[in-house]
């Protein structure tokens, strides 16, 4: 019998071993330092320019829908077109309808592979791996795998009963932290997929069933298919993409589509804490999981807020939502962007455009028709992140836990101190871009102006892709050669300044880990 024992116990801590070796040779030794190790700004900042540099060589290498002057453009503006799309902000250097259908779905999965949720999502699995692979095997549920696990990890005192029973209850805390995350992560993963297929199947059905919209896709050689896919991805993701040139400035007056199209743009976004929390509420409620509790509670996920937050959250979204509708019937009830349409229909057109103005970028106006007031105004929501609330709130968890993170990272205050504000950055990028079409400025002042060139770059760090766009008859000099395209004002900047925009795209995208830069900075 004790020999017996002898060779269980050298099997089970032979195989508690080989567990041990196969976590650790799972992934490689370079792909686990850089997912687990390394900065999370370094590693979206890599894994959005992989995926933008393959996404400009599959466009690249693709033909266009049909020949057109604008075909082949530079590589500059290919690669500007897959970061564009890569960091959900839809500003353009090239018209839309210019791509076939396959590089329309490249350009879908760009803008899915960039979305918001989706990344949350890879976050959570590459938690979850990490979690997976420092965590005994059923630790909690075989005794001795965990005492051979004590053993090899040369924990003396796991042979004292109180520390056992103590290590025992931490092994359980990490199994119920490892299971909180796998159901996070499925949750997550469902709400992204039912979103978007909901979506799909409503968008399909009415363009299939409104004669007006189908017509539209018919003039244009748009794939009905392709177009209800491309617009839910692009809606929820809050990229701003349109596979139309003009935008869905064509479909102002299908109110059916505007009201299909609107809460793609609020769950996708800046509604995504309360939904998921709304979500997590019910299922919680009716399966009655200990894990779904934990999750509410405990769980360390950016988005998932208190209850009181995510209240102030919807209120806040509510009041940006409703102050800009009264200011934008105001002023532009009578407007030429609004011309022809029923009082019903201003005012669902009207809905939807202020609704995008935070981050969704789609618009059913020329923005360059409209009051500049009120392009100051979107100016300022472009320029505000997601999780913007107005009424004060205190998460005590939030203010130790930065505490914490300043007494243990006292080594990196003076590169911290370094940093200056996101205003500061973009007065540097707006500078940058004043210096390099200057002679642009100079020659064509009413469509280089200053207010034109901030809301270009104000819409590209907010990712949102509002643009005044460029009108020959805006022209002091009338240039017989000059023809108006439907793309962005960027499309007519210098290499130079498209550049930049480039580089205010990757920073706005990643703008979560630089919000608390130019505190060093004192005015008074």
């Known amino acids: 019998m004790v020999i017996g024992n002898k060779v269980s116990n050298f099997s089970s801590y032979s195989r508690t071993k080989f567990y041990f070796l196969i976590q650790k040779l799972r992934l490689g030794v370079a792909v ?16 959005f320019m992989a995926i933008s540099l393959i996404g400009y060589f599959v466009l690249k290498l693709s033909n266009p829908r049909s020949s057109s002057p604008s075909w082949p453009p530079s590589d500059l503006d290919v690669f500007f077109t897959s970061v564009s799309a890569t960091t959900v902000s839809s500003m353009s250097t090239v018209e839309m309808e210019v791509f076939s259908n396959f590089q329309l779905v490249i350009i879908t999965v760009l803008m899915f592979l960039g979305g918001e949720v989706f990344v949350s ?98 003039t244009k050689n748009i794939s009905l298919l392709t177009f209800s896919v491309f617009v839910i991805v692009s809606t929820f993701a809050n990229c701003g993409f349109v596979p139309t040139n003009d935008n869905m400035i064509v479909f102002r007056s299908n109110s059916g589509l505007l009201w299909l199209l609107m809460p793609q743009v609020l769950l996708g976004n800046t509604l995504y804490p309360v939904s998921l929390r709304v979500v997590i509420w019910v299922l919680e409620k009716m399966m009655k999981r ?41 002023m532009e009830w009578n407007s030429l962007g609004l011309e022809g349409l029923s009082p019903y229909q201003k005012v669902v057109a009207s809905l939807f455009q202020v609704m995008n103005s935070r981050h969704a970028g789609e618009s059913i106006v020329d923005l360059s028709t409209i009051a500049p007031a009120i392009l100051v105004i979107f100016i300022v929501m472009m320029y505000l992140p997601p999780s913007t609330t107005y009424l004060p709130t205190c998460d005590y968890k939030k203010k130790k836990k930065e505490a914490t993170n300043s007494q243990n990272g006292k080594g990196r205050s003076i590169l911290k101190s370094l940093m200056l504000s996101e205003l500061s950055y973009l007065t540097i990028f707006i500078i940058l871009v004043c210096i390099t079409e200057r002679e642009s400025m100079k020659e064509d002042p009413i469509n280089f102006s200053v207010l034109n060139i901030t809301l270009e770059i104000i819409s590209a760090y907010g990712n949102v892709g509002f643009s005044t766009g460029y009108s020959c008859g805006r022209q002091l000099k009338h240039d017989e050669t000059c023809k108006d395209r439907w793309y962005g004002l960027v499309g007519r900047w210098s290499d130079g300044g498209k550049f930049v925009l480039i580089l205010v795209m990757f920073f706005g995208r990643l703008k979560k880990f630089h919000f608390n830069g130019g505190q060093a900075w004192k005015l008074s």
Not at 32 to 47: A, G, H, I, K, S
Not at 311 to 325: D, P
Request: hydrophobic share 45%; with cysteine; charged share 15%.
């Open 290 to 330: 200990v894990e779904l509790s934990y999750i509410l509670r405990e769980m360390d996920y950016e988005y998932l807020l208190s209850g009181w937050r995510c209240c102030l959250l919807g209120l806040t979204i509510g009041g940006f939502v409703l102050v800009q509708l009264m200011v934008f019937l105001a």
């Open 121 to 218: 999502v890879l976050q959570i699995l590459f938690k979850l791996a990490y979690t997976s692979g420092n965590f005994p095997p059923a630790a909690e549920k075989n005794t001795d795998q965990y005492d051979n696990y004590c053993v090899e990890v040369d924990l003396v005192s796991c042979s004292h009963p109180i520390q056992n029973q103590f290590d025992h209850q931490a092994a359980e805390n990490d199994g119920l932290k490892y299971n909180s995350t796998k159901f996070l992560a499925y949750i997550v993963l469902g709400y992204l997929l039912a979103v978007h297929i909901l979506g799909f199947n409503s968008v399909f059905m009415y363009m299939s069933l409104v004669p007006s919209a189908r017509r539209v896709l018919k």
């Open 32 to 47: 686990r330092y850089m997912v687990f190790q390394l900065n999370p700004f370094w590693v979206q900042l890599v894994y």
